[in-house]
Nanobody, 120 residues
């Protein structure tokens, strides 16, 4: 089970940190990713991190602004977001998969999502 938290309302240029807590003892076996979705559009890749945190991947529009990290001792993955823009507004989901990938359909577990709203 994955549970996201940390979403909210923020002004453009501001920062937020999303967290995703995983239950179970196999968290470290999975690569983890963050995706976002706006109404009427498909879930879009944001960032991913390998099982040991050694490799990360980012969607181009968030490079340099977002940072993904994980703590396998605490079974958590985080997404630090800075210099937020109105176009970052979406529901953000964390997911678990078996290999570092940006393809949503390969993810086997998903959280319920957390809303991020960036005002101009």
């Amino acid at each position: 089970q994955l549970v996201e938290s940390g979403g909210g309302l923020v002004q453009a240029g501001g920062s937020l940190t999303l967290s995703c807590a995983a239950s179970g003892r196999t968290f470290s076996r999975y690569a983890m990713g963050w995706f976002r979705q706006v109404p009427g559009k498909e879930r879009a890749f944001v960032a991913a991190i390998s099982w040991n945190g050694g490799t990360t991947s980012y969607e181009d529009s968030v490079k340099g602004r977002f940072t993904i990290s994980r703590d396998n001792d605490k079974n958590t993955v985080s997404l630090q977001m800075s210099s937020l823009k109105p176009e970052d507004t979406a529901v953000y989901y964390c997911g678990a998969t078996y290999g570092l990938t940006s393809v949503a359909k390969t993810y086997v577990y998903w959280g319920q999502g957390t809303q991020v709203t960036v005002t101009s």
